[in-house]
């Protein structure tokens, strides 16, 4: 069973920063991408950014040029490092794993528990 554990999250005042942080544990065979997505109340989730297998990212208009996702396999970690928050950036963000318990097996969604991440003077 693969579990993702978040960290990183709380209250920063606009133009601050923070970096979350998501540590997988459990066995896995491999990943086919990374993620982080969020959701603000009353709003549905959305994704923020991605890694794909390789270095591929993604990153939503909203955010490009101020966040940014990396990973560290070594670690079985992604990070989100957010600059230049904003209140608008208020919300719960969780991350997300799309990968393989096994060679043959088919591709799986893990979510993290979320980590509340507040933007407000």
């Known amino acids: 069973q693969v579990q993702l554990v978040e960290s990183g999250g709380g209250l920063v005042q606009p133009g601050g920063s923070l970096r979350l942080s998501c540590a997988a544990s459990?066995?896995?065979?491999?990943?086919?991408?990374m993620a982080w997505y969020r959701q603000a109340p009353g709003k549905e989730r959305e994704l923020v950014a991605q890694?794909?297998?390789?270095?591929?990212?993604y990153y939503s208009d909203s955010v490009k040029g101020r966040f940014t996702i990396s990973r560290d396999n070594a670690k079985n970690s992604v990070y989100l490092q957010m600059n230049s928050l904003k209140p608008e950036d208020t919300a719960v963000y969780y991350c997300?794993?799309?990968?393989?318990?096994?060679?043959?097996?088919?591709?799986?969604?893990?979510w993290g528990q979320g980590t509340q991440v507040t933007v407000s003077s």
């Open positions: 997300n794993w799309r990968l393989t318990t096994t060679k043959y097996g088919q591709l799986l969604d893990y």
């Open positions: 459990g066995r896995f065979f491999s990943i086919n991408a």
């Open positions: 890694v794909i297998s390789g270095s591929s990212t």
